[in-house]
């Protein structure tokens, strides 16, 4: 038994003396009333308030001693015979213990006075002991104490309620039963008079509200279980609980359990269930978790009724639990709509755009086994291109097997078009587009494969430019004039770095000019230009500025100091020329007209410079860096050879550029046009340039062979 005594009382013994004060006061302003109100019956004032029931209630006022009786809520009516005093100012009476708050009235022969205000009650309710000490929701729990009639409100931990009208299932002054709430949890309880701001009184002693828990050893079933089955939960108090949880957030409410009992549950196991632990939970929705955990079983894939398979088309997949599968999947496409003929086989629909390889099979519990054997797809196959010559615009036609499973054609050139089935015919069409090559086609089928044509598709040309002449070499900013046919079709100009020319100069069908984009690639390079049909040509190979140093870079001369000689030393033999240096690079410049003679020479080996011997010369390409002054003219012209270990070797006219716009770039000489081959040895004599005429402003360095 559980016992405790705390107790709200409230007595308000000032109240009483202000309302016996007043009375007093009230009494004394009354005896100079008319005469003809002497014998009025008067209530001036009753207390106290609030009052214990079982305590003395005052009233005072005048002529009181006509009083025959007074009714208390909720309609005690006790006669004058039993006031405890009566007098003309004063009548005084025990208050019932029945009594309920209400206005009270005083019972006259001249009629009825009702207080304007109603009487109130203090009274000490009061817990001594409650039973059982630890219960079941939905038991009953038996309070003892003291003015138990009064309460309205059982309040359980956590905040749970029980209120009379619908838990209580008795109640008197001194003992209360009332049901335990589906939702209460162990902790102190206390009883409320459920007034606006009401008296609530609580235990000290904790009530233990019984909790559900697993057994210690085979709470339920761990071997490998099967979502959709039975599985049994031992374990105590069982009957308390109202949800089973499973790891994925699957809840089984008590509703749907198969049986239950106080020592087992039986639920279907959900489909979504995973992997792990169970929780159980009472109506407080308190957690109780399990040690043990639930593994489910998974599908076994053991081949296909067809393989290979045509996409669109069905197939069945063999094994066993295959009853558990809700989603088949090829590599990024999935398949969800699946009939189960057993849990030995399932059927479904091929994606069309499902690629052939391994499938997965997923569960609901969104466990993921795979087959153990690829699946091939059945691709579309071309016998006939007819024509197999067009200009863009034209259609094509494509035939031969499972062309229904064609989603577009690639062209040769990279260009890719929609293609269009006709069933009735058996044969795809598609659009020759602009910028289309001469070669086969790629089938591309719904899944993404492709399948290539064993025929080559030759492409029309009829609106191409066609350039006669363009320069070998250009400085980034400046002007590129190219001459040619149809070139106002152009409509892009692109220069290596995949960078599109945005200012142009004069442009016709058969003039172009072009500013040199300031941010091209540096080196050798090609420019693209499409047409206003997206077709598009090239340009000869195009030295763009200064080709870089490499590693494999074989210096002739530099005009840098190495070892014991000083490029500086190098100016022509022929005079008209000198070294200087600007920004740190040192090099030669002609700063007079040189008719003939030479421009780069050298042959200072012994001094710890010595030249190179190549082997396999024609696999190396010939270079020297240029500029030639804003305003000079003529370089062009200058019938120059190149001089080699001693060996002479003509080259002509147009060994320089005839421009290079006033900045540096890099010319390349073949080396087949000096007539060289297999190994050449520069280790001793002279090394250079020779000819004339060769104009005042022209600059030159780094004399040099790059591989090819």
């Known amino acids: 038994m559980q016992t405790k005594y705390m107790q709200y009382i409230r ?106 205000t109603p009487i109130g009650f203090s009274e000490p309710i009061s817990i001594d002991e409650f039973a059982p000490a630890s219960i079941k929701p939905g038991d009953i729990l038996t309070i003892k104490g003291d003015y138990l009639n009064l309460v309205k409100e059982v309040i359980f931990t956590d905040r749970v309620v029980a209120i009379d009208s619908v838990s209580f299932e008795s109640q008197s002054r001194k003992e209360l039963q009332v049901v335990v709430p589906d939702g209460a949890q162990t902790g102190i309880i206390g009883v409320s008079d459920g007034a606006e701001d009401p008296i609530i009184i609580y235990t000290e002693e904790t009530l233990d509200v019984v909790l559900p828990s697993f057994a210690e050893e085979n709470a339920f079933t761990t071997d490998p279980v099967k979502a959709g089955e039975e599985l049994t939960i031992s374990g105590s108090n069982l009957d308390v609980v109202r949800k089973v949880e499973f790891s994925g957030d699957q809840v089984v409410e008590s509703d749907d359990f198969v049986s239950q009992t106080e020592s087992e549950i039986v639920v279907v196991i959900p489909a979504a269930a995973h992997d792990g632990t169970i929780a159980i939970m009472p109506g407080s929705g308190l957690e109780i978790v399990s040690v043990e955990e639930i593994e489910l079983m998974v599908p076994t894939i053991t081949g296909f009724n067809v393989n290979p398979v045509k996409p669109g088309t069905l197939l069945r997949a063999l094994g066993e639990d295959l009853d558990l599968v809700t989603q088949v999947v090829f590599g990024a496409v999935s398949q969800t709509e699946i009939v189960v003929i057993s849990d030995t086989e399932i059927e479904f629909t091929v994606p ?99 399948v290539v044509t064993t025929q080559s598709f030759t492409f029309i040309s009829i609106n191409v430019p066609v350039i006669n002449s363009i320069p070998g070499a250009v400085m980034p900013g400046s002007l590129l004039v190219i001459e040619g046919e149809k070139l106002d079709l152009l409509t892009d100009v692109i220069f290596p770095g995949d960078i599109t020319a945005t200012m142009f100069g004069n442009k016709s069908a058969t003039l172009l000019e072009v500013y040199v984009p300031e941010n091209v690639t540096m080196g050798k390079g090609i420019i693209t230009f499409v047409t206003v049909d997206g077709e598009t040509t090239t340009s000869p190979e195009i030295s763009f500025g200064v080709d870089p140093i490499t590693p494999e870079t074989i210096i002739v001369n530099d005009y840098e100091p190495h070892g014991g000689h000083d490029g500086s030393w190098d100016s022509g033999w022929s005079g008209g020329t000198e070294i200087t240096t600007e920004d740190g690079n040192t090099f030669l410049k002609v700063v007079a007209q040189i008719a003939e003679g030479w ?78 081959s297999g190994k050449v040895d520069m280790s001793s004599g002279t090394n250079g340039i020779y000819g004339g005429v060769v104009p005042a402003g022209i600059s030159l360095d780094n004399l040099r062979f790059d591989p090819k």
């Not at 010559?389 to 062209?411: I, K, M, Q, Y």
């Not at 890719?416 to 602009?434: C, G, L, R, T, W």
Request: with cysteine; hydrophobic share 40%; proline share 5%.
């Open 352 to 450: 069309v755009d499902a690629p052939g390889g391994v499938l997965g099979f997923v569960t609901a519990a969104e466990k993921e086994v795979t087959s153990s054997e690829e699946l091939q797809m059945i691709m579309p196959s071309i016998s006939e291109l007819a024509p197999d010559a067009a200009p863009a615009g034209d259609t094509v036609r494509l035939g031969g097997e499972n062309l229904d499973l064609v989603a577009s054609v690639t062209f040769t050139g990279g260009v890719n078009v929609e293609a269009e089935y006709d069933e009735s015919k058996d044969s795809v069409y598609v659009a020759v587009p602009n910028g289309a090559e001469n070669g086969p086609l790629t089938v591309v089928a719904k899944n993404s494969e492709e």
């Open 599 to 676: 421009v780069i020479n050298c042959n200072h080996q012994a001094n710890g410079a010595p030249g190179p011997v190549i082997e396999n010369i024609e696999n190396y390409v010939l270079k020297f860096d240029i500029r030639i002054d804003e305003g000079v003219t003529g370089a062009e012209n200058a019938q120059m050879q190149v001089v080699l270990g001693d060996g002479w070797h003509w080259f002509g006219p147009g060994f320089f550029p005839a421009s290079t716009n006033g900045g540096w770039m890099t010319v390349e000489i073949p080396v087949s046009a000096l007539g060289l």
């Open 11 to 116: 007595y308000s013994f000032s109240m009483l003396m202000l309302f016996v004060l007043g009375a007093g006061l009230l009494f004394t302003s009354c005896e100079d009333d008319d005469d003809e109100n002497e014998s009025k019956v008067e209530l001036l004032s009753y207390g106290p308030m609030p009052v214990a029931r079982g305590g003395e209630l005052r009233f005072i006022g005048n002529n009181l001693d006509k009083v025959t009786s007074v009714v208390i809520p909720d309609g005690i009516e006790i006669a004058s015979a039993d006031f405890t005093s009566r007098s003309t100012d004063l009548i005084t009476v025990t208050v019932p213990q029945t009594a309920v708050e209400g206005l009270v009235v005083l019972k006259t022969s001249e009629g009825d006075i009702t207080t304007k």
